[in-house]
């Protein structure tokens, strides 16, 4: 007699997890390698400024928003801020994960409480609702809204109501739903590489470029 | 056997009073989920229990689910049930074996049938089925003729209710469990391994008073198997606070936090351990500071390694991961050079084309 909520979660862990890591992290180097080896044509101008520098400093001073726009366009900013951190406190401080990450590179630090976790992953599918809604309403970010922008909100925003759900046996059977769990960040990982939730690497290098040509240009990022 | 005493009269000679044994049934009823109204029911109920007929059947197993029933500290009432049972035939328990065993073994049957229980422990192999016989016959054949005159089958143990240890990867004697076996016979799983002498008993018990108690999905009864150990683990505040021993004697291990970082299966494991616990509810697994295994579940043999965390993933993946490094750095290698020379190619290509040109082209 089987227990198809215990095969399914075994597939997960298993030969599931496996074709998704190998899809992510292979996928992840071939972008890698492909962006830094095309490069970029070499600028014969005489430069004006420090490019390098400038190309560093951008990679962090992007992420701090201009003077005004918080005011301008608060549900992208607080909800991105909110899902951004959110999603890496609920990934990173959540035990069952820090002991997955331990298994792979030896590493750990200390969990978070339930208290901190849950609330924080509520709060994150929120601001995930709310980026969507204004992706609805807000003619101008719904004319520039793709496909691709609809399913990576989407892929986010499973990991975290699933994990939820398995966490507090809201409903389903708890195997069932943590294995289902487990095959939503498998469908993350898959996609990663080859749509746009691959910025979460790729930022590194496009705020890298676009700094350093403005840098060498004289311009102050 | 036949003319065994009823329960009141053995307990009177094994000096157990009226109160213990009401107490015991107010217990049992509280384990099988009845309401408390119920007590005087089941104590009727079990001194007058017609005595069934028991048929034991053990097949491909390692004697510890037996152990368990008959080592469970006793003269107590659960041995007293048990044995107020007429068990006509448990080829490990009684004295006789091989053609006089089977001989009693068919008495039994012929005596009772369509009446007798059957319990079976331990898993039947069906690749061939001379790799277990007893007395010339196969575990396969013994399994379909005996239980073609039960009433009902109890799988006592996770080897008959679902394959168990011989049903573990590779499987080399194509264990199955009772029930890929037998499918037109009501069927109590009482996994477990070996399951708590408590739950079997009072799953006997049950069957004496009540009949056929209310299953899961897995065959098994609701009343012992319905919460998850992780549900019922008093270990659970400090998961929820994220306290965790890392290892088997630090200071978490010590101070008695959880032991998911161990490898413990309890949130994906239904036992009564962590309420009935073991040794006349001295402790359970957990509480002796061991992760829990996961043993009432189906296959929890090939569940990935005993002391590796549930979120950890069960196969080779870093190897895997290290490959896609490589494989992932060639290919994006590749790609980006064919660009470059499609690139290059494409420039070379490239005709010069004044104006006048244009103007006698079109
Ligand atoms: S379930 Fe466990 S204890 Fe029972 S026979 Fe199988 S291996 Fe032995
Ligand atoms: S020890 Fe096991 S069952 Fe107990 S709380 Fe921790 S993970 Fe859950």
């Known amino acids: 007699m089987n227990n198809p909520a215990f095969d399914l979660l075994m597939w997960a862990r298993g030969p599931g997890f496996d074709i998704a890591l190998v899809i992510f992290v292979g996928g992840i180097v071939l972008r890698l390698f492909e962006i830094s080896i095309l490069g970029r044509k070499r600028d014969l101008a005489p430069a004006k400024g420090n490019g390098f520098l400038q190309g560093l400093k951008t990679i962090f001073s992007r992420s701090v928003p201009r003077e005004g726009l918080v005011k301008f366009a608060p549900v992208t900013y607080i909800g991105g801020y909110v899902f951004h951190i959110g999603f890496f406190v609920a990934f990173f401080f959540f035990a069952p994960h820090i002991a997955l990450i331990d298994d792979a590179f030896g590493i750990s630090w200390p969990a978070a409480g339930r208290v901190i976790i849950e609330s924080v992953t509520a709060l994150t599918v929120l601001a995930l609702l709310a980026l969507t809604y204004s992706r609805f309403t807000d003619p101008v970010r719904k004319s520039l809204t793709t496909f691709d922008d609809y399913l990576v909100l989407l892929l986010s925003a499973l990991p975290l109501i699933t994990g939820y759900v398995a966490v507090n046996k809201l409903f389903g059977d708890p195997t069932m739903m943590l294995a289902v769990h487990l095959l939503t960040v498998e469908a993350l990982m898959i996609a990663f590489p080859f749509t746009k939730l691959m910025h979460a690497v790729s930022f590194v290098l496009s705020r890298y470029y676009n700094g350093s040509i403005q840098g060498r240009k004289g311009a102050e990022s | 056997m036949a003319n065994k005493p009823l329960l009141p009269e053995m307990m009177k000679t094994h000096g157990v009073s009226r109160r213990a044994f009401l107490k015991y049934c107010a217990s049992l009823t509280s384990l099988m989920a009845l309401s408390p109204a119920m007590v005087p029911r089941v104590a009727k109920a079990l001194e007058s229990a017609p005595r069934p007929s028991v048929i034991w059947l053990s097949f491909q197993e390692c004697t510890g689910c037996t152990e368990s029933i008959t080592r469970s500290h006793s003269p107590t009432i659960e041995d007293l049930i048990f044995n107020s049972v007429s068990l006509d035939y448990h080829h490990t328990l009684q004295a006789a074996s091989g053609h006089a065993a089977e001989a009693a073994r068919e008495q039994a049957m012929k005596d009772n049938y369509g009446k007798y ?52 990867n590779p499987n080399p004697t194509g264990a199955v469990a009772v029930s890929e076996i037998i499918t037109d016979k009501p069927i109590i799983n009482v996994p477990g391994c070996p399951p708590i002498p408590v739950v079997m008993t009072g799953v006997l018990a049950h069957f004496l008073t009540f009949g056929i108690p209310e299953l899961d999905a897995l065959g098994r009864p609701k009343a012992f198997f319905g919460e998850s150990i992780h549900d019922r683990c008093y270990r659970r505040p400090f998961y929820d606070k994220g306290k965790f021993a890392e290892s088997f004697d630090d200071e978490g291990a010590r101070g008695g936090w959880c032991l998911y970082k161990l490898g413990c299966k309890g949130p994906t494991t239904h036992s009564a351990c962590a309420t009935v616990k073991w040794n006349n509810g001295v402790s359970f697994p957990i509480e002796a500071g061991h992760p829990c295994l996961g043993c009432t579940e189906p296959d929890f043999w090939d569940n990935g390694g005993f002391y590796k965390p549930l979120s950890v993933p069960s196969g080779d993946y870093r190897k895997m991961g290290l490959a896609a490094i490589v494989g992932g750095a060639a290919i994006g290698t590749a790609s980006a050079l064919l660009s470059k020379a499609g690139k290059a190619k494409a420039v070379k290509a490239h005709e010069t084309v004044n104006a006048h040109d244009l103007e006698k082209s079109s």
Do not use: F, Q
């Open chain 2, 117 to 168: 229980l059957l319990v079976v422990d331990g898993s039947i192999p069906i690749k061939d089925p001379g790799y277990s016989c007893i007395a010339g016959i196969s575990n396969l054949d013994m399994l379909k003729e005996t239980a073609a005159g039960a009433a009902a089958i109890v799988s006592v143990g996770t080897c008959a209710a679902y394959g168990g240890v011989g049903h573990a």
